[in-house]
């Protein structure tokens, strides 16, 4: 053997090392190019839904206290607002005042730890 062919032996098998290193490199860059586009459009969907404030808050003026459906397109719906409380009839088409209510309904807030102990001593 020659220099030459043994320095293109060692070229050829360097060559081959560095081609089988760049497919898992590019796999790898894929992967965490695709992992920061989806965190990405987390964050940017979390922004827009608190932007505009598509999730009910109860720190409002403004409260639901229950909710009846009465119908597909049709419930009932017990609201406050400051401390007085409506009885209201919603449509897809309108809201209809049915009632405003002299005394408070006060409607018990059953946790689901209070719930799954009732459950649990109910099977005893």
Same mark, same amino acid.
Do not use: C, H, W
């Given at each position: 053997?020659?220099?030459?062919?043994?320095?293109l032996t060692?070229?050829a098998?360097?060559t081959?090392?560095?081609?089988?290193r760049?497919?898992a490199?590019t796999?790898?860059?894929?992967m965490?190019?695709g992992? %920061? %586009?989806v965190?990405?459009?987390i964050?940017l969907l979390?922004y827009l839904?608190?932007?505009?404030?598509?999730?009910?808050s109860?720190?409002g003026?403004?409260?639901?206290?229950?909710v009846t459906?009465?119908?597909?397109r049709?419930k009932m719906?017990l609201v406050?607002?400051?401390g007085?409380?409506y009885?209201?009839?919603?449509?897809s088409?309108q809201?209809?005042?049915?009632?405003?209510?002299d005394t408070? %309904?006060? %409607?018990a807030?059953?946790?689901?730890?209070s719930?799954?102990r009732?459950?649990k001593?109910?099977?005893?």
């Amino acid at each position: 053997m020659t220099i030459s062919s043994l320095m293109l032996t060692a070229v050829a098998s360097t060559t081959t090392q560095v081609t089988e290193r760049e497919p898992a490199l590019t796999t790898m860059a894929n992967m965490l190019g695709g992992l %920061i %586009i989806v965190l990405a459009v987390i964050f940017l969907l979390a922004y827009l839904v608190r932007r505009l404030k598509l999730v009910p808050s109860n720190q409002g003026v403004l409260k639901t206290l229950a909710v009846t459906p009465l119908g597909q397109r049709e419930k009932m719906v017990l609201v406050e607002v400051d401390g007085q409380q409506y009885l209201l009839g919603v449509t897809s088409a309108q809201v209809t005042l049915i009632d405003k209510l002299d005394t408070p %309904i006060t %409607i018990a807030q059953d946790s689901f730890a209070s719930r799954l102990r009732q459950a649990k001593s109910s099977q005893s």
